[in-house]
């Protein structure tokens, strides 16, 4: 989920460029700035020009109010995906647990 890491990453760092963004979260920097563009769109992400220079345009990003309920949100989601993750590979895990003593049990060395 890409917009609950860059949530987190811009409520940490808010001067972070969208190229910095990108190479923390392994991502394209068009990536980023799609995702940045939607969240500002729906209001989750405020962005402000700290520099006008057009050579050197640096933003800062913050969350707005409805940002922070927004990501609120993407974290319960986020967190039962990941949860539902840990889950199956627990489960697969005691399989493969039971499989590698099966075949142990037959003689078989590994």
């Known amino acids: 989920m890409i917009e609950y ?3 987190k990453e811009i409520e940490q760092n808010p001067l972070s460029t ?3 963004l990108a ?9 980023i700035n ?3 563009a939607g969240l ?3 209001g989750v992400i405020k962005a ?3 520099k006008d220079d057009p050579r050197n345009i640096h933003w800062s990003y913050l969350l707005t109010a409805k940002g922070i309920q927004e990501k609120v949100k993407i974290t319960q989601s986020y967190l039962a995906k990941r949860l539902k993750e840990y889950d199956e ?3 697969e895990i005691v399989d493969l647990k039971r499989e590698v003593a099966r ?3 037959n003689g078989r060395k590994r």
């Open 18 to 20: 969208q190229r910095v």
């Open 103 to 105: 075949n142990n049990g």
């Open 34 to 36: 799609y995702v940045l």
């Open 40 to 42: 500002i769109k729906k």
């Open 89 to 91: 590979i627990q489960s």
């Open 48 to 50: 402000r020009k700290l």
């Open 23 to 31: 190479d923390k979260l392994d991502v394209s920097l068009g990536k």
């Open 5 to 7: 890491k860059l949530l």
